[in-house]
């Protein structure tokens, strides 16, 4: 039994939490930049907004990936602050999250802003239901010390260049990059696990004519991991009725693509759901993945817009 729970420990830990440890989001290309960097925090479309995602995996798939994320993003002149919960579950492993994100804006242009960011992010990884295993002895002490859950800390930093259509952006994720003992959960002294850093860019430009309601945004971003496949997502949004409506679509590198659509209310409440598929034999049985976000947002945002201009700034 406990090599079963090694196996099935080895496979959590290093086949799917350390290739998504910080969990993938379609969403957050089209409209929370700050779980991409931290330093587009305080630079979302308001100037407080609260996010709810909901992301559903491969949903004909048992104990398929769910993750669920609440996060605030705020914007106080030059500095932004944000926090984000989340539970990433998988089968029943269980990553839980919280992050404290912190970013300072400074004007380079009348239009221009360029956002240096941190993020503290506190993991605790842990079993839950472990008789949803088929572990037949769940007092076995392997996997009571795995029920109990192991903690890590880790850092985050963010590069966010934005203005009025144009968007770049560079950030280095778990920069600590420590480790986890997995010895007490397997019953096997050797057992480190580190925990791999994460490199992403994204990019986007706005294209809108001066007095049209309709605009275009094509967005990259790029992803790296060590012992994992490079990733690169390109992405078209189209926005109509000034992006009160947004449609858009995902060309996933690692095989697999998604659809998305966003609707704005009263100029503050947005949902927005997008369906993720496959192009391999696994789409013939996962049956895709859904997303849902709803956000509610108070004050427009225009640090975009330069709220600071280089010419204040030196008074």
């Given at each position: 039994m406990r090599?079963?729970?090694t196996a099935l420990?080895?496979?959590?830990?290093?086949?799917?939490?350390?290739?998504?440890q910080d969990p993938i989001r379609s969403h957050a290309i089209y409209s929370n930049h700050m779980l991409l960097n931290p330093g587009a925090t305080g630079a979302g479309m308001f100037d407080h907004e609260i996010n709810f995602n909901y992301r559903l995996q491969w949903t004909d798939?048992?104990?398929?990936?769910?993750?669920g994320t609440l996060n605030y993003n705020g914007n106080f002149g030059r500095m932004g602050l944000g926090i984000t919960l989340f539970n990433d579950r998988i089968v029943s492993f269980d990553n839980l999250g919280a992050q404290l994100s912190y970013a300072y804006h400074i004007p380079v242009s009348e239009n221009?802003?360029?956002?240096?960011?941190?993020?503290?992010?506190?993991?605790?990884?842990?079993?839950?239901?472990?008789?949803?295993?088929?572990l037949v002895d769940i007092t076995d002490d392997a996997v009571m010390q795995a029920a109990e859950g192991m903690n890590s800390f880790d850092v985050s930093f963010g590069l966010y260049a934005h203005g009025k259509n144009l968007t770049v952006g560079l950030s280095a994720l778990n920069l600590?990059?420590?480790?986890?003992?997995?010895?007490?959960?397997?019953?096997?002294?050797?057992e480190i696990t580190n925990i791999e850093r994460h490199y992403q860019a994204l990019a986007s430009y706005r294209i809108k004519g001066k007095d049209s309601k309709v605009s275009i945004t094509p967005m990259v971003l790029a992803r790296y991991e060590q012992g994992a496949p490079f990733q690169v997502d390109a992405t078209l949004?189209?926005?109509?009725?000034?992006?009160?409506?947004?449609?858009?679509?995902?060309?996933?590198?690692?095989?697999?693509?998604?659809?998305?659509?966003?609707f704005l209310f009263d100029e503050r409440f947005e949902v927005a759901y997008s369906y993720d598929m496959h192009f391999s034999d696994l789409q013939r049985y996962s049956n895709g993945t859904h997303e849902l976000t709803l956000r509610v947002g108070f004050g427009k945002n225009d640090m975009k817009a330069q709220k600071i201009t280089v010419e204040e700034d030196m008074k």
């Open positions: 090599i079963l729970f420990c080895a496979l959590f830990i290093t086949g799917v939490v350390f290739g998504q798939f048992p104990s398929s990936p769910k993750t221009f802003n360029i956002g240096a960011g941190l993020t503290g992010s506190l993991y605790r990884w842990r079993l839950r239901n472990a008789d949803d295993l088929g600590i990059a420590g480790e986890l003992d997995l010895g007490d959960a397997v019953g096997s002294r050797d949004q189209l926005g109509l009725a000034d992006e009160q409506i947004r449609l858009g679509a995902t060309y996933r590198s690692t095989d697999a693509a998604s659809i998305f659509a966003g």
